[in-house]
């Protein structure tokens, strides 16, 4: 009986880094089929709406095809409206305002930083009306950060609506889930992923 020798993805790599190269190549493209993170992704977009006490009724959503949400607002809304205007059109401080009354926060402080790429980036420092720190609140995801961040960013430094707002956060969903398809395509992660779940391989690159 003929004995097959097998090899890790790492080992693959150093002895046969041809058949390595095809092996990485199959996995890139079934990446794009299986997005691992993908269903939390868009869950934190979702419940970020509801949070809110929005409720999507049309959205298209996808990595090469363009983004919108649609979404209708119940009436308690307009209960919030300083002035006869709906509260969609809201921007700038009033705007700012609702977000923070509507996601229970206590103050929000925008932080610049310098991150490890030497570019400057920001993020945001969020109290809870409780005096906690706000963090990942709709799923405990990530995203949910992302997401939120988004909002706030919005209204205070690019001058959009409420509506826009939460309409962009379709484009934050393509964002995302790009990067994560990016991520999962790297090299590094599928060396992490093959050792961790104990990938093997043939000399040609076959998968045991």
């Known amino acids: 009986m ?11 790599k150093d002895k046969f880094p041809e058949a390595f190269e095809k092996v990485l190549e199959k996995w890139q493209y079934n990446c794009k089929e299986d997005i691992f993170w993908g269903d939390e992704i ?3 977009m979702k419940e970020t709406f509801e949070a809110a006490g929005l409720t999507l009724t ?19 809304w307009s209960e919030l409206a300083e002035v006869d205007m709906l509260v969609e059109n809201y921007e700038g401080k ?10 229970g926060l206590k103050s929000v402080k925008r932080v610049n930083y310098i991150g490890h790429d030497k570019k400057k980036h920001f993020r945001y420092d969020i109290v809870k009306t409780d005096g906690e720190d706000w963090s990942c609140e709709f799923t405990g995801y990530c995203a949910d950060h992302d ?14 609506t409420l509506e826009d707002a939460f309409s962009n956060l379709a484009k934050v969903y393509g964002k995302l889930i790009e990067q994560e398809l990016e ?5 590094e992660y599928f060396l992490e992923h ?13 998968r045991i």
């Open 2 to 12: 003929k004995t097959i020798k097998v090899y890790s993805a790492s080992e693959l």
């Open 42 to 44: 868009f869950a934190s």
């Open 58 to 76: 049309n959205w298209e959503l996808g990595t090469y095809s363009p983004c919108f949400v649609r979404f209708t607002m119940p009436t308690y």
């Open 94 to 103: 009033r705007a700012l305002k609702w977000l923070k009354e509507a996601f």
């Open 147 to 160: 997401y939120i961040e988004s909002l706030l960013e919005d209204v205070s430094k690019n001058g959009c």
């Open 183 to 187: 991520n999962q395509q790297s090299e």
């Open 194 to 206: 093959a050792g961790s779940n104990e990938f093997s391989y043939t000399e040609h690159g076959v």
